[in-house]
């Protein structure tokens, strides 16, 4: 299927590795110029060289930098130039018991899970606006559909994200401009095995945990980063302008409501 977006720009935050680098890929294999960002240069650099050696008609922009901070923002922007799609995305907090965070933990995980992304729509909406196109994709968590008590921190910063998104997305979509988000659940990333471990775990009792947590899932499995990536670039895509303001779970039908 042609998405229809060839020759379009986006930004794709926190790139490197896991969901980000599956979206990037995704939308590369559509045409897509990316721009790509993360706090560590040598992941992002391999990213890079993969997309360029795969797709050697995309452009491909990397920026070193952490996207929660205005600096890191000016950056990217900056290399990112007229974006018509932009991908929020930024690690999730550490888990915890609510008893032992500070203002200080809270203020961090708002200011990567909220804030980050409504500076960025900010800064890069009205221009969708203007050239009639632009999709606007926050990856959240599947916590926002039902939220996991020892993430707290991210069930709190990501439901903010999302109401903040319910009112502006009827607002854009007008001029062709979507904004949605995609709720993960367990995927083979870095932070299920992060989430996972436990102290003096093994990687292969790791392993063994990662596996059996996702026979526990519908699916009998769990999610690969590039299944993440192709639902994102579909969202994207020239003929998605009639979905806004969704929530869209992926988890391999663990979360057991209709709604």
Not at 60 to 81: N, S
Not at 135 to 156: E, F, H, Q, Y
Not at 161 to 170: D, H, S, Y
Not at 194 to 207: H, I
Request: proline fraction near 5%; charged fraction near 20%.
């Amino acid at each position: 299927m042609d998405l229809g977006i060839r020759g379009r720009r986006a930004l794709v935050c926190a790139s490197s590795k896991g969901l980000g680098r599956a979206c990037a890929v995704a939308l590369a294999a559509e045409g897509v110029h990316v721009t790509i960002t993360a706090r560590g240069g040598e992941a992002l650099a391999a990213t890079a060289a993969h997309i360029r050696s795969v797709y050697p008609d995309v452009d491909v922009a990397e920026v070193v930098g952490d996207i929660t901070t205005p600096q890191g923002r000016e950056a990217a922007l900056k290399a990112a130039g007229d974006i018509d799609i932009l991908v929020n995305n930024a690690g999730g907090p550490p888990p915890g018991d609510f008893r032992d965070w500070t203002r200080d933990d809270w203020i961090k995980a708002l200011d990567a899970n909220m804030l980050t992304p409504i500076e960025l729509i900010k800064a890069s909406v009205d221009g969708m606006m203007a050239r009639k196109f632009g999709r606007i994709v926050n990856i959240t968590s599947a916590a926002v559909k039902a939220p996991i008590d020892v993430l707290g921190l991210s069930n709190g910063a990501r439901a903010g994200l999302t109401g903040f998104v319910a009112g502006i997305a009827r607002k854009t979509v007008r001029e062709n401009v979507t904004i949605n988000g995609l709720l993960p659940g367990p995927f083979n990333t870095d932070r299920i095995r992060g989430n996972t471990r436990k102290p003096g775990m093994s990687e292969a009792d790791l392993d063994e945990a990662i596996k059996a947590r996702g026979l526990e899932n519908p699916a009998g499995r769990i999610g690969e980063p590039q299944e993440f990536g192709q639902f994102c670039a579909f969202l994207c895509g020239a003929n998605a302008g009639f979905i806004t303001g969704q929530n869209i779970l992926l988890d391999g039908g663990a979360y057991r409501g209709t709604l």
